[in-house]
């Protein structure tokens, strides 16, 4: 079992800057690829980055330049920072994590950017 905490979530201005964290605990020895995903009001959820166990990365291409997700494996746990936030970035932003053949999520956080 795994378990997945986010936080950072907020309100900011648009231009602003967030940094969202994701950490994972349970009795999973290892934790794979990670992943945030976001969800606005009346839309599907949908991909923002991905990074695997060795630190490959993926970005969906509405935040490429302006997103970035590492993580740091002793402490299990993934960021995402986001720079230069728009409106349109507003959303709920989950985490994911791969451990032992198996798909956790976290819970969300909420991230509202202004005009």
């Known amino acids: 079992q795994v378990q997945l905490v986010e936080s950072g979530g907020n309100l900011v201005q648009a231009g602003g800057s967030l940094r969202l964290s994701c950490a994972a605990s349970?009795?999973?020895?290892?934790?794979?690829?990670m992943g945030w995903y976001r969800r606005a009001p009346g839309k599907q959820r949908e991909l923002v980055a991905v990074?695997?166990?060795?630190?490959?990365?993926n970005y969906a291409d509405s935040v490429k330049g302006r997103f970035t997700i590492s993580r740091d494996n002793a402490k299990k746990t993934a960021y995402l920072q986001m720079n230069s936030l728009k409106p349109e970035d507003t959303a709920v932003y989950y985490c994911?994590?791969?451990?032992?053949?198996?798909?956790?999520w976290g819970q969300g956080t909420q991230v509202t950017v202004s005009s």
């Open positions: 994911n994590a791969m451990a032992s053949g198996l798909i956790y």
């Open positions: 349970g009795s999973a020895f290892s934790i794979g690829t």
């Open positions: 990074i695997t166990s060795g630190g490959s990365t």
